[in-house]
């Protein structure tokens, strides 16, 4: 399983990004996939899920401004940030829940990241 995000940058406090996660040997309409976030010295973050039904799942502290979503046809997931804070400010990790013929209750494989700076 490959998990490549892009879509990361540099933005003022307020604005949007939409990060992008494409994969390989891993189908996003059969499994749970999320975003997570890290900052250095802090543990990795949830943020954000959907399950093969399209079931969404926020961390409290991005509920109402980020929406996660997936196109089957492209299989790749989407995480659209709105109203970003300086404490949005992370490296944003796209996660598959399972691999190629199976999935699972947890993440397994996960992206390398795309840094997202608020200021």
């Known amino acids: 399983v490959q998990l490549v995000e892009s879509g990361g940058g540099s933005v003022q406090a307020g604005g949007s990004l939409k990060l992008s996660c494409a994969a390989s040997?891993?189908?996003?309409?059969?499994?749970?996939a999320g975003w997570y976030r890290q900052v250095p010295g802090k543990e990795r973050e949830f943020v954000s899920s959907?399950?093969?039904?399209?079931?969404?799942t926020y961390a409290d502290s991005v509920k109402g401004r980020f929406t996660i979503s997936r196109d089957n046809a492209k299989n790749t997931l989407y995480l659209q940030m709105n109203s970003l804070k300086t404490e949005d400010t992370a490296v944003y990790v796209c996660?598959?829940?399972?691999?190629?013929?199976?999935?699972?209750?947890?993440?397994?494989?996960w992206g390398q990241g795309t840094q997202v700076t608020v200021s």
């Open positions: 996660a598959a829940f399972g691999g190629l013929g199976y999935c699972l209750g947890r993440p397994n494989y």
């Open positions: 040997g891993f189908i996003f309409s059969r499994c749970t």
């Open positions: 959907i399950s093969s039904s399209g079931t969404t």
